[in-house]
């Protein structure tokens, strides 16, 4: 079946850039035409790459990794490029709303028209945010895109360098004859160590959905066929006679290669004698994660606010685990007339409670000198003299003074005469 399959056409993927809006293939930028490096067609030329094979690109948040895999010419799919992600929004987990800054996680699917030569952002392809499983969940949002310029709020963005290489390799499948490449994005590599530390996830359960299509491409190195049906992805499953699998609906008879089933369970038991292993040990502790809705509405919120201008935190709230809000007090700049009245509010109300504390400690500085004062012992009371104390004795002076006249004119004689 997974030759049937190749065949057929249906499994397919690559990878190129994205962007803010979605463009036609062709299109006149330079940028856009640049050819991949010299080094990168010898690699291709190593592995039995044609330059024009189909690709599919493989995202993994927590590592910060984008991946570009190229179709050998034995059919089977190699990796020829990695990149270091220069910045992805919000936190791990999917993608739940508009404004919720979060990067999508999913099964997605790149077109010619979502690639955008002329994207602001260098070069740009749209991810294809919502799929067919987000519609199914009421899961909103757009122009969700891989795209330069290193800068996000709910995209997967790469350095202008990057892109260009990124964008080429899907380019050059599209003018292959590529119709459409896949992007996998994953919240981590979805090891057993991994899965095992995040076992008590809120998105755990989606997480494992996920990595049903990570293992199928693990085994048979092609990107998965993916379907929705009963609101969740199906992987590698081909529906009875005339049946279609309907993303709302029930799972309609399906059947799968025979050689992937025995391959995928001989996986799986290799897998969970790992994951009891990773499980009962000690592992890194994980990383935080979108809490659900709830938080992505809360984020929502932020976004809205500070899109209409006004001043908000520097950072979007986030939700802990026991559903307690945490909110930076750090605020962001200003960006309209109603944010800069906002913030005129605010340092107002700032400089009154200043004057407020000012002026209490200046009453506090006033009454520890008062009660300093009160504590100095006073000063002793004059003593009561009569006027014939204060006034001196004359005639004793005179006394006193005449001995000592005397008294110095005998001891003169005496050292005269020697008597």
């Not at 397919?12 to 035409?33: N, P, Q, R, W, Y």
């Not at 500070?306 to 802990?320: H, I, N, Q, T």
């Amino acid at each position: 079946m997974i030759a049937r399959l190749v065949r057929s056409g249906v499994l397919i993927a690559s990878l190129a850039a994205a962007g803010c809006t979605g463009s036609a293939l062709d299109g006149v930028s330079a940028k856009a035409e640049k050819p991949l490096p010299q080094k990168v067609l010898s690699a291709m030329k190593a592995k039995g790459m044609p330059r024009s094979s189909a690709v599919m690109a493989r995202i993994f948040k927590e590592e910060g990794k984008l991946e570009i895999w190229k179709q050998k010419s034995n059919g089977r799919f190699d990796v020829i490029a990695s990149y270091d992600i220069c910045k992805w929004s919000g936190q791990l987990g999917p993608k739940f709303m508009e404004g919720d800054r979060q990067a999508p996680e999913g099964f997605y699917t790149v077109r010619p028209a979502q690639m955008n030569p002329k994207s602001s952002y260098h070069l740009a392809f749209n991810m294809g945010y919502p799929n067919a499983f987000d519609r199914a969940h009421g899961r909103g949002g757009s122009n969700l895109m891989v795209h330069g310029a290193c800068s996000s709020s709910g995209c997967y963005s790469m350095t202008d360098a990057q892109i260009e290489e990124i964008y080429a390799f899907g380019r050059d499948a599209f003018r292959g004859g590529q119709r459409e490449f896949q992007i996998q994005a994953f919240p981590f590599r979805m090891t057993a160590a991994n899965m095992a530390r995040y076992r008590n996830d809120p998105n755990y359960d989606f997480w494992k959905m996920l990595k049903e299509g990570y293992d199928h491409f693990e085994i048979t190195r092609l990107p998965p066929k993916v379907d929705v049906c009963e609101k969740r992805y199906v992987f590698n499953r081909l529906p009875e006679g005339d049946a279609a699998f309907d993303p709302n609906g029930a799972c309609p008879p399906s059947t799968q290669s025979g050689s992937l089933m025995t391959a995928y369970q001989t996986f799986q038991t290799k897998y969970e004698a790992a994951y009891n292993g990773a499980a009962a040990g000690s592992t890194p502790a994980p990383r935080p994660s979108i809490n659900g809705v709830q938080e992505a509405q809360l984020v929502a919120g932020w976004s809205r606010k500070k899109a209409r201008g006004e001043r908000v935190p520097l950072e979007p709230p986030s939700m802990e685990t026991d559903g307690t809000v945490a909110v930076t007090s750090r605020m962001g700049r200003v960006d309209s007339e109603a944010g800069r009245r906002q913030a005129a509010l605010d340092a107002a109300a700032e400089e009154k409670a200043r004057l407020a504390e000012a002026k209490e400690a200046e009453a506090a500085a006033l009454q520890r000198q008062q009660e300093a004062a009160a504590t100095v012992l006073p000063a002793a009371a004059p003593s009561e003299t009569t006027e014939a104390e204060i006034r001196p004795d004359t005639a004793a002076v005179e006394r006193q003074t005449e001995q000592g006249l005397l008294g110095s004119a005998r001891k003169r004689l005496r050292n005269i005469f020697g008597t």
